[in-house]
């Protein structure tokens, strides 16, 4: 079956939002998402949006998304993290994932960005390989940091 990639628009945002909470169950996390479809809205398409979308459309259906957005390095300059990128789980295997992926690379040449970063869970084997085959590198000693509300509220309270 055939599918076409393009920019995300308001109304596949629903759809969106469901490949973001299929991604956080896959990642075992599935109450992890409180982003809701009014926040992709206001932050995906105000004049200046936070971020952009590329969406998998086959049979007018979204059957996966590639969400990215811009970044600065001190080191490098301009740069763009892609946050997420996920297929419904019965339609990987098609090239899917390889072609939103590819799409960002292609947008992010384009963009003359010095780098494209993201995160891969160390047991997603399938995607740290996939990821090693088209020539990315995949940092070991590096560790990632976050603070979320709940910690922020707390350190800047003490």
Known sequence: MSFIVRKGKIPDMPQVLNLIKELA????????????EKDLLRDGFKKNPLFKTYVAEQDGEIVGMALIYPRYSTWKGMTIHLEDLI???DKR??????????RVMQYAYKKKVK??????LDWNITAV??????????????HLAQMDEKALQAYINK
């Open 25 to 36: 169950a896959f990642e075992k996390e599935p109450d992890a998402v409180i982003v809701t």
């Open 87 to 89: 297929v419904k789980k």
């Open 93 to 102: 295997g098609l090239g899917i994932g390889k072609a939103l992926y590819s």
């Open 115 to 120: 780098r494209v970063e993201w995160v891969v």
């Open 129 to 142: 390989d996939f990821y090693k085959s088209t020539g990315a590198t995949i940092l070991t000693d590096w």
